[in-house]
């Protein structure tokens, strides 16, 4: 399946949440995606790790995409340029990093992938934007908080705004981070928590991640409609 960004950029709005995840177990991360695809989710952003296991653990993950017909499969936490068109190859449908690298964007208009670059101070916001960035990874949102993403939203309205690392997940957080433009938010280990994983609790990992989005899908659909994304 190959989107468009534009296509891409639908996707995260409708799922409102996109899980970040990895385990150094093949079978837990296979059972994660399988939970998030249960749920109903349709986007994952599988977590890079700074050696080449990662490369295969995502292209072990691409083979299995049988199991979920249409799960859009990016990658987080790319650093380089290098192992961006490595996970092109391997089948990655759009790449986040968690700062701005010029080479990285060049690699994914080339190949008119989307491209989510972090950004942490307005100036890497235009940069961003200057480098044909159609969607920006706000982090860490726990620190920089909704009120940065607000001016943002108004001044670059076709710019999709995605938080992470937000610690704060209760209703009047996730709502203030949509009221001031946020696309959709980025989740990991405040659902997929070390203790329900070294358990196998697999029933609490899914009805932590299924109250999440049927609050923040609740939140979309009763937000300011002049702030939130079109």
């Known amino acids: 399946m190959s989107l468009s960004k534009k296509d891409v950029l639908v996707r995260f709005r409708d799922s409102g949440v996109i899980p970040v995840f990895y385990h150094p177990d093949v079978d837990v991360l296979l059972r994660i995606v399988s939970i998030c695809y249960s749920s109903g989710l349709r ?19 691409t083979d ?6 249409g799960m859009l499969l990016g990658v987080g936490t790319v650093l380089d340029a290098t192992m961006t068109e490595r996970y092109i190859q391997a089948g990655a449908q759009f790449i986040s990093s968690p700062f701005l690298r010029p080479d990285m964007g060049r690699v994914c208009n080339e190949n008119n992938l989307l491209w989510a670059p972090g950004c942490a101070a307005a100036e890497e916001v235009d940069q961003a934007v200057d480098m044909n960035a159609s969607a920006i990874n706000v982090l860490p949102g726990n620190i920089l908080g909704h009120e940065f993403i607000a001016p943002i939203s108004k001044r670059y309205p076709d710019l999709a705004l995605l938080p992470s690392g937000i610690n704060d997940l209760r209703n009047s957080s996730l709502a203030s981070w949509f009221e001031s ?3 959709a938010i980025k989740i990991g280990p405040q659902v997929f928590t070390k ?20 609050r923040v899908r609740h939140i979309q659909s009763t937000v300011h409609p002049n702030l939130q994304k079109q």
């Open 195 to 214: 203790e329900h994983l070294s358990a196998g609790d697999w029933t609490n990992i899914k009805s932590d991640l299924t109250d999440v989005l049927r």
């Open 64 to 69: 299995q995409l049988d199991q979920f017909p």
């Open 181 to 183: 433009g946020a696309l």
């Open 43 to 61: 986007v994952f952003e599988f977590m890079h790790q700074r050696d080449n296991r990662g490369l295969r653990f995502f292209t072990h993950l």
